[in-house]
């Protein structure tokens, strides 16, 4: 989930201005002295045009400004990706890259888009600095130079430091949090335009390493007379690539519920099947393996996040076709990178299937009878559907707004979370979810993108989706310091352990999702690890990766990095990962389970008497 970068910031002239502005207000005077003087205040609008390189791609970029009203269109063509995100009539709209176009409501997008504009209007050199809070952060040294450093946070938007050159006033970079990468842009190479200095040469920093950097470099600039409202609004979406085999309204497929992530069969270019996991907090994404197999060279080295703490790179390509029984898409863009290992999962993961095959059909997931159905939008009849629950987007993820425990939040429905309820690490700290705990225990409890994620784990209180209400569902608070556990943007995750509890159908064409209750019992519900490790598939067995303190692994002896190669007289080899651990959540308290483990060079048997952890 990527934003485009600040596209244009104004920098100086050769006006002599004093050495350092001792208040911000000064600083911002002799910043718009220095970049335009009052040959600013009769500007209309600005159309500006980049030549892009970064990350193994290249490509060129646009944005076009109303640098009075605050309305903008950031357009991006880099192949295989293109795709634009605008704001108009204080609504922030997207086309992502696969072609489908949504209104954004959810995470920080909409408080991104408005200090974007707020910068693009330079609205901090108004005498109200445009209704900013804006803080001194004092001055900075760094690579030789000084700069003098303000916090800016405009009303309702996202807050961004400005580092201005203490000799000059230049604009020399910005920092700010987006979503869960903290970006830093540069900007240099200074040039008139119609009497105001623009930087022709923008470089971001995401943060994975200077070699993976982005430049934008200028290649053509105009103020332009007011624009209409037209040119910023929500294009029309008009897709062709989809349809249902034979004209059918509908088609359905089995799915394996596995780790509570749905896996289904899917087609590539005609070939396979592949085991795709389907995530409605995913994009397409094929595996390295995967694409070699079906002869995909990727291009680029793109950055991506997640849960857990790291950014990795992954690369971008296009397919002819995906297939899901007898629904399909054609000329696809999709990510290559290995989002997930058969370490992890214990499963060969060869691809998702995420927001972009949903929107193109109604689907419904059946977490009682293991079915994935995708339904015609001509022909969704929503009169058995449940009980329906509006939705926002934030990118491609949908977002509910809720309630936990009586506190209003943000919810996001993650089809791809092995996990029930999960927190946000701010959210638990702002609202003091701990203080409201009774029992509990900190474990690992997941592992995303970036690696694994931790949580305090714990008998939850009362969630509320809508007019949809789950009792005291298994709760968990991120402990993680990065990732989407971490970051503010994100919101509380809803994963498949709440989800399977009923009959999910996505309507995303009406933001619209429905729940209807699974009749029966449901197995392996609101269950938690009753061994306190956290185990991995290895070469030669299984591997302990986290032990938790005081759970019945530690009280065992079992530490990290022991190899357990045999349960209950079975080689490990022999067991599915997911398996073992449905049983270490499932059977009772006081089951003993005997495994053979292997430090180093010496093997011992160990009794692990399975107890509740919260």
């Known amino acids: 989930m990527r934003r485009l970068p600040l596209a244009l910031f104004l920098s100086?002239?050769?006006?002599?201005?004093?050495?350092?502005?001792?208040?911000?207000?000064?600083?911002?005077?002799?910043n718009k002295a220095a970049t335009a003087g009052k040959a600013w205040d009769s500007k209309r609008a600005l159309k500006l045009e980049y030549g892009y390189s970064g990350q193994g791609l290249t490509g060129k970029t646009s944005t076009l400004e109303d640098l009075r009203g605050g309305a903008f269109v950031d357009v991006y063509d880099i192949p295989p990706n293109s795709g634009a995100e605008g704001l108009s009539d204080g609504r922030v709209w997207e086309r992502e890259t696969s072609g489908t176009i949504t209104d954004q409501g959810g995470g920080d997008v909409v408080p991104l888009a408005i200090t974007e504009s707020y910068v693009d209007r330079n609205l901090w050199w108004h005498a109200d600095r445009g209704g900013a809070q804006i803080e001194s952060l004092e001055q900075k040294t760094e690579g030789g130079a000084t700069y003098d450093v303000l916090k800016v946070t405009p009303k309702d938007g996202t807050a961004i430091e400005a580092w201005f050159d203490s000799k000059t006033h230049l604009l020399a970079r910005t920092r700010e949090v987006q979503g869960t990468v903290n970006i830093t842009t540069f900007f240099s190479d200074y040039a008139p335009i119609d009497g105001v200095q623009i930087a022709r040469k923008q470089i971001v920093d995401d943060g994975s390493g200077a070699n993976n950097?982005?430049?934008?470099?200028?290649?053509?600039?105009?103020?332009?007379?007011t624009q209409p409202a037209s040119a910023f609004a929500k294009p029309k979406q008009h897709l062709t690539d989809y349809s249902i085999a034979g004209g059918a309204h509908e088609t359905t497929v089995p799915f394996r519920l596995l780790n509570n992530h749905i896996y289904a069969e899917v087609k590539v270019n005609g070939k396979g099947p592949f085991v795709f996991l389907f995530d409605t907090g995913g994009h397409s994404i094929i595996s390295p393996t995967a694409a070699k197999a079906l002869g995909i060279r990727p291009k680029g080295t793109l950055s991506m996040t997640g849960g857990g703490d790291a950014v990795v790179t992954s690369g971008a390509a296009t397919v002819q076709s995906l297939q899901v029984g007898g629904a399909s898409m054609t000329n696809q863009p999709v990510t290559v990178f290995d989002f997930t290992s058969k370490q992890v999962e214990g499963i060969d993961e060869e691809g998702m299937i995420g927001y972009e095959f949903f929107d193109r059909f109604v689907t419904r997931i059946d977490y009682g009878k293991h079915t994935l159905t995708f339904i015609d939008k001509r022909h969704f009849d929503p009169k058995d559907a449940g009980t329906p629950v509006p939705i926002r987007f934030y990118h491609q993820w949908p977002e509910v707004l809720g309630s936990y425990d009586g506190i209003p939040g943000r919810f996001g429905i993650d089809t791809g979370a092995r996990t029930p309820l999960e927190l946000s690490g701010p959210f638990a700290a702002k609202h003091n979810i701990r203080a409201r705990v009774k029992g509990g225990t900190e474990a690992m409890s997941g592992w995303?993108?970036?690696?694994?994620?931790?949580?305090?784990?714990?008998?939850?209180?009362?969630?509320k989706l809508g007019d949809v209400v789950i009792e005291r569902p298994l709760t968990m608070f991120s402990l993680d310091k990065g990732g989407a556990g971490a970051a503010e943007a994100f919101p509380n995750n809803v994963g498949a352990g709440i989800l399977k509890r009923f009959i999910v159908t996505l309507d995303y064409d009406h933001n619209t999702i429905y729940f209807k209750p699974i009749a029966g019992s449901i197995p392996d519900l609101d269950t938690f690890d009753r061994s306190g490790m956290w185990i991995n598939a290895a070469k030669d067995g299984l591997k302990?990766?986290?032990?938790?303190?005081?759970?019945?692994?530690?009280?065992?002896?079992?530490?990290?990095?022991?190899?357990?190669?045999?349960?209950?007289?079975?080689?490990a080899s022999s067991v599915k990962l997911y398996?073992?651990?449905?049983?270490?959540?499932?059977?009772?308290?006081?089951?003993?389970?005997?495994?053979?483990?292997?430090h180093g060079s010496e093997s011992r048997n160990v009794k692990l008497t399975l107890r509740d952890l919260i």
Request: proline share 8%; glycine share 10%; no cysteine.
């Open 544 to 571: 302990v990766v986290d032990v938790t303190k005081g759970g019945p692994a530690d009280q065992a002896g079992i530490v990290k990095d022991d190899i357990i190669t045999s349960v209950d007289g079975k080689p």
């Open 12 to 30: 100086a002239s050769t006006l002599a201005l004093p050495a350092f502005a001792a208040t911000p207000s000064e600083l911002l005077d002799a």
């Open 213 to 225: 950097r982005q430049t934008y470099t200028l290649t053509h600039a105009a103020f332009l007379p």
């Open 448 to 463: 995303g993108v970036g690696g694994p994620t931790r949580s305090f784990v714990f008998r939850g209180g009362t969630l």
């Open 579 to 598: 398996d073992l651990r449905e049983r270490l959540r499932t059977d009772p308290p006081g089951t003993v389970v005997t495994l053979t483990i292997r």
